[in-house]
């Protein structure tokens, strides 16, 4: 069964971490709270491949450049990575290692309730970048197909259920 990635869209803003330190002669510096992630050679290559499919049209059920959804990206991603995956998101929500929204990394999964009733996760999107706490992930919507998103957004922030690593 197929789920579908329909979504509509808020945008709200918030500030980048920064800690403020105060030597004892009174200089001030201010340093940016996220540390430096190590490369994870296998991430980049399933995110440079779901990146190939970026502007490509929404298709329910699609994996292919003529159409493709959330969960179908994720899945030829993986697949062409020689990676096994489920297909629907909802399922896929089932694998890997859930870890907390501070310790993302790029490769993890971000998955979504963005239906009215919420029962189920519904939506998934693959992070292609963290910068601090800006999370940019690659998923499909059924108004603008193949996108690169930020978590910050309020409608992706307030759907966001939880991510998990898989890599």
Same mark, same amino acid.
């Given at each position: ?24 002669? $009174? ?5 940016? =709270?996220? !540390?430096?992630? &190590? ?6 290559? @399933? *995110? ?58 790029? $490769? ?5 309730? =963005?239906? !009215?009733?919420? &029962? ?6 693959? @992070? *292609? ?39």
């Amino acid at each position: 069964m197929m789920t579908n990635c329909v979504v509509k869209k808020k945008t709200s803003y918030s500030k980048a971490r920064t800690v403020t330190i105060v030597s004892k002669d $009174g200089e001030v510096t201010k340093e940016n =709270t996220t !540390k430096k992630r &190590k490369t994870n050679k296998t991430a980049d290559k @399933v *995110v440079a491949k779901a990146l190939t499919f970026s502007g490509t049209r929404y298709k329910f059920g699609g994996e292919t450049k003529r159409g493709m959804d959330c969960s179908g990206l994720v899945f030829v991603a993986l697949r062409d990575n020689d990676i096994p995956f489920p297909r629907v998101s909802y399922q896929m929500a089932n694998e890997g290692k859930r870890i907390k929204l501070g310790a993302v990394e790029k $490769g993890d999964l971000l998955f979504f309730k =963005t239906s !009215k009733s919420g &029962k189920r996760i519904n939506h998934v999107g693959l @992070v *292609v970048d963290v910068d601090g706490d800006n999370i940019q992930f690659i998923h499909s919507t059924s108004s603008r197909g193949v996108i690169v998103s930020s978590l910050r957004e309020g409608f992706w922030n307030h759907s966001f259920v939880k991510a998990t690593r898989i890599l």
